[in-house]
């Protein structure tokens, strides 16, 4: 009883660390914000030197903004009144300076932070402004980089007085009250308040709207501000991807909100992540999230490399039902709204990124050399030999006397590796992961146009990405092209057309297509290490280790270097995407929009394998050149009608909306394999003689009525409604339309007017929605029973052959998930600082599910809508910006999630699943999905007494492991197997932080992980079992027990040839399930700005150079080669695919110019 | 008021454009087949019918597991490597299987999912009709033979296991199904077998499906069995008298690829090479070849030294069904490799053929005391073997005679264990065996059935374990 306290409490303990860990950076990142808060403002910090002789007073005050970043607003006539002054001053504040200036003038002045207005005194002394009456201002208006901003609005605050500002961002505004308050807003960008104080020019410099309140979020057909949403929102912007140098946005996504787990699952670059939003909520239906891009849904686990990083401007993630019902029942496992960038209106602009740099292997799997390889076969032999019959054989048997003892092939000594064990220096030691991983090349440049004319904006981007794999063989090359185009055809016709191109050629590491027994990187782990990779004339040494393996049966492995780079298998994609859009303006409220979407695929897989190369077991010369070739296309269309209404009635806003979709997608897949081949000439297909076809085509419809009421009152309660109608071709003819609504509240308290508004927080919401999405991602036709091919021969003759392979089920429908979401979100210190929590809980019921069937069906699993799952936890984002520490401005940001995922119900009286690797997954009511599942060992037996005297496995052997009796029955049964945990973490987290100083950019951000566990074949079957067919790695080496070799170790004895029970049932146990806990520098980056008239003058507008790194260091105490690559199939996530290769480390460096 | 009477028509207009959009929601598999629609007429049927049979061809079955279960844990046969494979084989041999041993999981799978297919043609055949109802009562005598196959194969690997004879409708319904007594499920495949043999023709429309004689010889090995020597009589000598089969003259000519379906087969699972993207073939050869013979050779199955040895010199079948590698272990010749795909073999596997009924009819007849019948019937195998007659006269000595015989005979056919088994011999010439091999193994009755496998039990826990597991 004791121990299992002690267990419970140590890993609660553990946790409990991390936490504080967790909390102890949060709060030296807030001390560090605090302490910004504190310091002073620039006018008190900034000392000015000066030094002007007889100079006009409006020379003066330009030398100060030259030589400082203070603005003066003033009227020139006055202050040229003013005549010459001489100045001269050092380490001065503003203030000095000016009463300096202005002693015995009647010009007054009033400092906010870097603006400084100018005012005239009255006689009495009383502040007034200089002129008085309306005026006429004029300006223009500008973002951060200089280029002109058309159509912002310029109002004068209070009043319903306004103008826009045109085409080059000029406005200007007559019968302004010199008085007044001019207000200028954007789309995206930080309202500005000016005062006028008589000013007749005013420019305006438009900041980006920070990550606040304040932003525009897309919501699913529109966009709102993120104060009136009322869900689970979270956006990221181009900026924050960029630091993350892949070929995919899914990777750079990692850690940078809260709730979305993305878990680097792909194996070549390109290849998609899988990412999980708020929890697995599903169990054999797609997990895939919805992928909109620009109001475009792609199509379903379409590859999203083909959307290239640098022309998104950003991605909004809905999170909880009640945002995403909007897009019902394609919903429930979360929305990625991802925005590229945008046509603009304005003077051509031009921009370059470049970045190139390099990438290798970060895990940490390192395998012995051949000279610890040799002892470590000759334990494993010797003790397989022995152990068989201890009585009458021992370990100085020579080969001869084995065999006469009836030793099998693998009870025998390798008798290559004689001279090993005796120590000869100078011995062939390969390490085959050396050879297999390389440093990679990244290389990758985005140019992009983008400009306009009154009516006509564009943006046009193009792209290319080329990046190897840091496992040889295996690159990426991509070509991008981006066409967007909007036109204001009339005041009331609006038309848009955008269109996404790529083309990509994928060299490919063991696919599914791979008809090696395992991929080169597996055959990395047998491959021993006595074997060269090259012949001494520079060839491939071929078919060595099965040569020298066969007398003894060691690994019959083949060359991986050689399979990998003689072999081919390479997938050629092109791909179209966009859609076409016009919106009509019926009235001042109303608006309809049509739009009709396509997506267009194509893929071409080539393989061959030649004749010259053996593979696993089979020597070179006796396996003929195979290849195949497969053809997929796919096209999708989408059309969307929607008609919107927007008024505002005195405090009350209603927005409201309804819409029609229809979406059609069709696949045809076609195989084509050759056998037959006379040589290796011809390496494709044609060159083949004898052939197989499998073609497959599919086409499924959905047609969705879709309604939303958004109102709002006052700018402080909120009531959100939505309700979608799907019907898809894929459900059951009795059950095919589903009805997905949400609801959602909002209050702004902060706008209240008992709010105080000048406190510490100035703005505070609270949220709260409920809503219901659906999972239709199951095959095409799985409604319906199937009778697919299975063919026979006749005395030779083919005979096809048919048979039902599905059973049917008409009642099939909608997996549902109902879920709920509490918010509240704070801003600070005038939303400098800003903190979004969530608590979610969304259950999935109706699963589609595999369900394990009673195989005298004769079938294994059918598919149906049973059981139950919850997901529950906590988020928070807590982030802070412009802060200012002397020159140096800083910003940081943080989340964290928490989760639980518990199964509610399964099929009828089904109360738990087993299933992958060993057993060693069970999903069992009343626990999590896939909680890895087996036996709790505690130690290594070393001496037979110990086994006698304590409960053990059959078959027992001194060297096996001791397995714990948890039901104390003195047995050891599969009763005495435990869940040990999973894959899905207890919690995430992230934290970063941005830093400016003049021209250098400073950022850095870290992800972690804590509470998962992997189950990896590379350690369960490989590495640590002590097999002595493939190879150990030096942790396993290093703690192997042998009585005599190593005494001491704590894992099991080499043992090859005798499999003892307790070892075979041992591999699902605790020993294999492994901690898989991450702390992540996920990049760090420096950047430089450079800003010099030599560039203005060669036409640059701007420029900055900057060095980022990705994945440089990793805490983790997990051995295996890539935490994150799961199996797909959520029942058995955790247990990772064989030696994936791991995350590479990135270091590039990059250019962005614009001109 | 115009706002409304403008939205109305706007979604007049379009309700009406895509109101051929709904029918859409129905769509059919384009490359695939609906079982709703399936089985209506004599080709639907025909199809169905070979996919019973391509059931066979899977490894799981005939392709590999079922030829080693009937083998390797013999005295017949070893394991090489036993270590291979996660050592599913080793586990054969050396009587250490768990119930995740996936050889278990993959026969008990395949098995019902070629009882199933085989249940779906019964259940439907009687409803279409057949341009010659003679085809359509072969077409059901042979769906009736390869059930019968199935389930002797299991009640013999398992004991008890779940008797199924409909077509399944609801997967569902079968939880809760317990494991059908062996009795019952001799009885079902008596039933079948019977059936199939007044369905049945004597000759084959095509090479290689099932015929009278199948059913016939299968009937008989079944009562033999179960201990029902007159019954067996009766089924084994009507295959005889049929005198539609017989011994070839030469034993070079048996198992020769370019003989297959010759008089002596009597069912064999069919394999070419080379055929529809080589993937008719089978990896049986390669599997159970010595390691580093041939490409992708496992060892998993080859004759001992011991049983070798019994080959006398002027045996013809020695170096004809089994011969030695250079470095002298035996391996099994009856199938051909394929030299550039191992795992496309082309040889066909034997399930029954005539001298298996002539030595069954020798040990049923022996049994009914007809000892010199059973004599002769022994040599006409050993005269075809090029060996002398047998010197046995006694009874005893004479069933030990065909026993011998047998082995030799029917060398790595996938008899020997269930031989022993079915003769109440296992346990003891196994642990005879193991002791004069120096093998530190013994076995007990518990050995005699294979655990069922735990996937089919974590399912459904109705189903038990059998003892020992």
Known sequence: MKKVMNYAFSRYWKKLKALFLIMRLISLLLLVGTLTVSARSYSQQTKLDLRLQDSKVGDILLSIENSSRFIFIYDADVINSLGKKSIEVKGQTIDQVLDQLFAGTNVAYRIDDRQVFLYQKDALGKVSPIMQGEITVKGSVTDASGAPLPGVTVAIKGTSKGTITDTDGNYSFNNVPADATLVFSFVGMATQEVPVVGKTTINVVLAESTVGIGEVVAIGYGTDSKVRVNGAVSKIKSESLASYASSNFDQAMTGKISGVIVNQTGRNPGDDSQIVIRGMGTLTAGTNPLIVVDGLPLSEGSSLSSIDTKDIESIDILKDAASAAIFGSRAANGVILVTTKKAKHGKLQVNLDVQSGVQERSDKVKLVDAYDAAIWFKEARDWGYVSKDPANRSAADDNATRLAKGASKRELNLTYTQPYLDGKPGLTNTDWYDAIYRVANYNDYHLSVNGGGDKTNFYASLGYHNQQSIVIGSDYERFTLNMKMDSQLSNRIKFGINTNTSYSVKNMVGDGNWKFPANPVDVGYIAYPFFPVYNDDGSFAVSKQIEGNTPQDGALAENPVAMMLMSKNRQYNFRVFGNAYAELKLTDYLKFKTSVGGDFRSSFLDYFQPSNIGQYRTHVGSLEAHSNENNIRAEDYIIDNTLNFNKKIGKHTINGLLGYSYEQQTDINSLLSATGFVDNSIDNVAGGSNFAFDGNRYKWTQISYIGRVKYNYDERYLIDATIRRDGSSRFGKNSKWGIFPSFSLGWIVSNESFFAKDKFVNYLKLRGSWGSTGNNQIGAYSSQALVSGDDYVLGGTLAPGLASTSSPNANLSWETNKSYNIGLDLGMLKSKLNLSSNYYNSTTSDLLLNVPVPQQSGYSISLQNIGKVRNTGFEFEFSGQNFKLGEVSLSFNTNLTTMKNEVLELGPGQDQIITGSNNAFRTKVGGPIAEMYGYEITGVYKTQDEIDNSPHLDGTLTGDYMVKDLNNDGKITPDDRKGFGTYAPDFTYAFGANLNYKNFDFGFSFVGIEGRKVYEKLIYLFTEVGEGFSMADQYYFDHRYHPVDNPDGFLGQPNLGNFSNNRKNTRASNLFFQNADYLRLQNIQLGYTIKSNTLQNLGIAKSRIYVTANNLITFSKYRGMNPEASADDPLKQGDARNTWPSIPKTITAGVNVTF | ?????????????????????????????????????????????????????????????????????????????????????????????????????????????????????????????????????????????????????????????????????????????????????????????????????????????????????????????????????????????????????????????????????????????????????????????????????????????????????????????????????????????????????????????????????????????????????????????????????????????????????????????????FDLVRRGEAISTMNAYFNSTGKNITIDQHDLLFPVPQTVIDTDPVITQNTGY
């Not at chain 2, 394991?79 to 041993?101: H, K, M, R, Y």
Request: proline share 4%.
């Open chain 2, 1 to 417: 008021m115009k706002l409304i009477y403008k939205l109305s028509l706007i979604f007049t207009v379009l309700a009406c454009f895509f109101s051929s959009c709904e029918d859409q929601l129905t769509q059919y598999p384009i490359t695939k087949r609906v079982a709703d629609n399936f089985y209506s007429n004599e080709t639907d049927i025909e199809s169905a019918v070979m996919g019973v049979y391509a059931a066979l061809q899977s490894n799981n079955l005939y392709g590999l597991y079922v030829p080693a279960i009937g083998e390797v844990p013999s005295d017949n046969s070893w394991e090489e490597v036993p270590a291979n494979d996660g050592g599913i084989f080793g586990q054969l041999d050396e009587f250490t299987s768990i119930p995740i041993n996936g050889i278990f999981g993959r026969i008990w799978q395949q098995s019902y999912i070629g009882i199933q297919r085989a249940n779906v043609v019964l259940n439907r055949i009687d409803a279409i009709s057949f341009t010659d109802d003679a085809v359509k009562k072969a077409r059901k005598g042979e769906m009736q033979f390869i059930r019968a196959l199935l389930y002797f194969n299991m009640v013999r690997i398992w004991g008890d296991v779940p008797l199924v004879t409909k077509e399944t409708t609801n997967p569902n319904d079968f939880f809760g199904q317990t494991r059908t007594p062996v009795a019952d499920v001799y009885a079902q495949i008596e039933k079948d077998l019977t059936d199939a043999i007044a369905n049945l023709p004597e000759a084959p429309s095509d090479p290689g499906r099932a015929v009278k004689g199948s059913a016939q010889t299968l009937l008989g090995k079944v009562y033999l069995t179960q201990g029902k020597y007159s019954d067996a009589k009766t089924q084994l000598q009507a295959v005889v008298n049929s005198s539609l089969y017989k011994l070839l003259p030469n034993v070079s000519d048996v198992f020769s690829i370019d003989n297959e379906n010759n008089e002596e087969i009597i069912f064999s699972v069919q394999f070419a090479s080379g055929v529809n993207g080589s993937s008719e073939g089978s990896n049986a050869f390669s599997q159970f070849s010595p390691s580093g013979t041939v490409a992708s050779a496992k060892g998993h199955d080859l004759p001992t030294h011991e049983l070798y040895n019994l080959y006398s010199d002027q045996d013809l079948r020695k170096g004809v069904y089994l011969d030695v590698t250079d470095i002298g272990t035996p391996y099994l010749k009856k199938l051909t490799p394929n030299l550039t795909n191992s795992s496309d073999g082309g040889s066909d596997w034997v399930v029954l053929r005539y001298a298996d009924v002539v030595l069954m009819l020798a040990e049923v007849d022996n049994q009914l005391n007809n000892t010199s019948t059973a004599i002769d019937l022994l040599n006409s195998i050993r005269t075809r073997a090029g060996l002398q007659n047998t010197t046995a006269a006694s009874k005893d000595d004479v069933d030990k005679a065909i026993q011998l015989e047998r082995r030799l005979e029917l060398v790595g056919e996938g008899h020997r264990w």
